[in-house]
């Protein structure tokens, strides 16, 4: 069966980095666009990046654009995000989803990421 796995959360001061990893197993990974999407404290949910199947393409959203950055590994079936010049409002639990179409319909259990000095 399909299944996401995140990994590289942590706890980090302001202004630090950290890189998430994402394992896809249970289907064709580079077959699928994916995405990076996150959940701070009493919020909803909040798309962050995306990356086509063969990295041919990326797109952030406003706020973590310039500072994050999507890639790939098809042949691990890995999707990373490095994440740098981190804020406290980039604090959230941190969620691998693949693309199915219109909505992701798999997605990882997320991993947390805490900004605080």
């Known amino acids: 069966q399909v299944q996401l796995v995140e990994s590289g959360g942590g706890l980090v001061q302001p202004g630090g980095s950290l890189r998430l990893s994402c394992a896809g197993n249970?289907?064709?990974?580079?077959?699928?666009?994916m995405h990076w999407v996150r959940q701070a404290p009493g919020k909803g949910l909040e798309w962050v990046a995306l990356?086509?199947?063969?990295?041919?393409?990326?797109s952030y959203g406003g706020s973590v654009k310039g500072r994050f950055s999507i890639s790939r590994n098809n042949g691990d079936n890995m999707v990373y995000l490095q994440m740098n010049s981190l804020k406290a409002e980039d604090t959230a639990v941190y969620f691998c989803c693949r693309d199915g179409g219109f909505y992701c319909d798999y997605w990882g259990s997320g991993t947390q990421v805490t900004v605080a000095s």
């Open positions: 249970g289907f064709t990974f580079g077959h699928y666009e």
């Open positions: 990356i086509n199947s063969r990295s041919e393409f990326t």
